[in-house]
């Protein structure tokens, strides 16, 4: 048997708040959305490359406050086009070294769910 990779489930309560957050301000592309009926919870998936999210608003699907780690190619340059765009409720500080050799940012969802997006300091420099 060999697993694929796994698509992380996030917690969320506010629909037009994550989908400001996920599409316009991290860039990732709506796959799709499902409802059970009209004005029953959202269940959407997101992509940004090979990275998969699936955002719930379903009591039980996930944890508010959980947290993933996305590898990015240059995590630097991702945080500088991520200010850029002036968004009102996440600004990203400069990437961190941490002890386990990468550069870091952390940015945090309106659920309160924690992005580590992340570059290998080998390939920052």
Same mark, same amino acid.
């Given at each position: 048997?060999? &697993?694929?990779?796994?698509?992380?489930?996030?917690? =969320?309560?506010?629909? #037009?708040? @994550?989908? @400001?957050?996920?599409?316009?301000? %991290?860039?990732?592309?709506?796959?799709?959305?499902?409802?059970?009926?009209?004005? /029953?919870? /959202?269940?959407?998936?997101?992509?940004?490359?090979? &990275?998969? /999210?699936?955002? =719930?608003?379903?009591?039980?699907?996930?944890?508010?406050? =959980?947290?993933? !780690?996305?590898?990015?190619?240059?995590?630097? #340059?991702?945080?500088? #086009? %991520?200010? @850029?765009?002036?968004?009102?409720?996440?600004?990203?500080?400069?990437?961190?070294?941490?002890?386990?050799?990468?550069?870091?940012?952390?940015?945090?969802?309106? @659920?309160?769910? !924690? /992005?580590?997006?992340?570059?290998?300091?080998?390939? #920052?420099?």
């Amino acid at each position: 048997m060999t &697993c694929g990779p796994p698509t992380p489930v996030l917690r =969320s309560f506010d629909e #037009a708040r @994550a989908k @400001a957050f996920y599409l316009d301000f %991290l860039g990732f592309e709506l796959v799709f959305e499902h409802r059970f009926e009209p004005g /029953l919870p /959202l269940y959407m998936g997101v992509r940004n490359g090979t &990275c998969a /999210l699936h955002i =719930s608003e379903h009591y039980g699907d996930a944890t508010p406050g =959980s947290g993933v !780690r996305i590898p990015v190619d240059d995590v630097t #340059a991702y945080m500088a #086009a %991520l200010r @850029a765009k002036a968004f009102g409720n996440a600004r990203p500080g400069e990437p961190e070294r941490t002890p386990w050799g990468t550069l870091e940012i952390v940015i945090t969802d309106p @659920a309160g769910n !924690r /992005l580590t997006f992340y570059t290998e300091a080998l390939l #920052a420099g």
